[in-house]
């Protein structure tokens, strides 16, 4: 966000890992750092699926890396897991998350 204040003229920029993940890598993801089966905690409603659903998502965070001199830092599972123990620190259950090893 600094990189991108700092120009001379306001500009569009995409922030992204240039990687794609599913929903359920993501739920995956995130119930594996409390130890927790997505698959017993998540259900699927039809309903909330959209009715020309785009097959494949993905970020192209070129510009950013050309004029902004941006690259990523921080890979799937890593923001996942921040993501994560943001949720639980708010909740006040900080002890929730997994270390890497237990995971």
């Given amino acids: ?3 991108m204040l700092q120009q001379p003229e306001p500009d569009d920029y995409v922030v992204a890992t240039g990687e794609t993940h599913s929903v359920r890598e993501f739920a995956e993801a995130a119930f594996a750092c409390a130890g927790l089966d997505y698959r017993k905690h998540t259900l699927v409603d039809q ?7 785009v097959n494949i998502l993905l970020g192209d965070a070129s510009k950013a890396r050309k004029v902004l001199g941006w690259r990523h830092t921080i890979g799937f599972q ?4 921040e993501m994560v123990e943001s ?3 708010l909740l006040g259950v900080e002890g929730m998350v997994r270390s890497a090893a237990q995971s």
Avoid: G
Wanted: net charge neutral.
């Fill in 1 to 3: 966000m600094w990189l």
């Fill in 47 to 53: 309903n909330l699926f959209r009715p020309a659903e």
């Fill in 78 to 81: 890593e923001l996942v897991r």
């Fill in 87 to 89: 949720e639980c620190r």
